[in-house]
Nanobody, 127 residues
Framework: QVQLAESGGGSVQAGGSLRLSCVGS????????EAWFRQAPGKEREGVAS????????VYADSVRGRFTISRDNAKNTVYLQMNSLKPEDTAMYYC????????????????????WGQGTQVTVSS
């Protein structure tokens, strides 16, 4: 059974950094898209970043490009989201997601295409 568990959220000042972790189990990273989504209260869940086949390709939403980095530690079966230069607009519940799919589909960061989700970890950025 595929399981994903996020951790690493917290409260930081604007300009600060956090690193989120997502430990996955029950699937092989080869051919799998792993991604981070976020959802603020009252807003739709949006894609943040994705990584395909354990790092073959990575994609970022325009809103986080240059500030966030997605990576994977295959030995730990963990996907990370390094978040630097955090802004109040980054405040949201962050979710890890995974689904076997093509690299092209993975780049689309469409939430409807992901079937496996973690429970989320809260990130709060204050001014």
């Amino acid at each position: 059974q595929v399981q994903l568990a996020e951790s690493g959220g917290g409260s930081v000042q604007a300009g600060g950094s956090l690193r989120l972790s997502c430990v996955g189990s029950g699937y092989a990273y080869s051919g799998t898209c792993e991604a981070w989504f976020r959802q603020a209260p009252g807003k739709e869940r949006e894609g943040v970043a994705s990584i395909h086949a354990g790092g073959y390709t990575t994609v970022y939403a325009d809103s986080v490009r240059g500030r966030f980095t997605i990576s994977r530690d295959n030995a730990k079966n963990t996907v990370y989201l390094q978040m630097n230069s955090l802004k109040p607009e980054d405040t949201a519940m962050y979710y890890c997601a995974a689904e076997p799919m093509s690299s092209l589909s993975c780049a689309g960061l469409r939430k409807s295409e992901f079937g496996y989700w973690g429970q989320g970890t809260q990130v709060t950025v204050s001014s």
